[in-house]
Nanobody, 131 residues
Framework: QLQLVESGGGLVRPGGSLRLSCTASGERLDYYAIGWFRQAPGKEREGVSCISSSAVGTAYADSVKGRFTISKDNAKNTVYLQMDSLSPEDTAVYYC????????????????????????WGQGTQVTVSS
């Protein structure tokens, strides 16, 4: 069974950078599209970015476009989220999830998508942006 583990979170100052990793075990990620989500205290979980199984297709939420970059290394069975120019508004628990690329892209685009549409989730990694 596919399992996802996020890592790379931490405390960073505004303007700083972090790189999150989502590493899979149990199955190869070659055939899966992956999405990154985040949930801040008191807020709903929202889509941040996603990448297709082939890594050809990507999408970003407007709030992170130009600052975040998603990538996929099938050899390492890992998806990355490079986060630059971080601001306090980026503070949240970040999760990765597997699901159909079009559904992930809808979530990233701000459309209401039930989180149950995504089959597998990691446990999350905390990102805190503060001076």
């Amino acid at each position: 069974q596919l399992q996802l583990v996020e890592s790379g979170g931490g405390l960073v100052r505004p303007g700083g950078s972090l790189r999150l990793s989502c590493t899979a075990s149990g199955e190869r990620l070659d055939y899966y599209a992956i999405g990154w989500f985040r949930q801040a205290p008191g807020k709903e979980r929202e889509g941040v970015s996603c990448i297709s199984s082939s890594a050809v297709g990507t999408a970003y939420a407007d709030s992170v476009k130009g600052r975040f970059t998603i990538s996929k290394d099938n050899a390492k069975n890992t998806v990355y989220l490079q986060m630059d120019s971080l601001s306090p508004e980026d503070t949240a628990v970040y999760y990765c999830a597997v699901g159909p690329f079009e559904t992930l892209r809808s979530a990233v685009g701000g459309q209401h998508v039930k989180m149950s549409a995504f089959d597998y989730w990691g446990q999350g990694t905390q990102v805190t942006v503060s001076s």
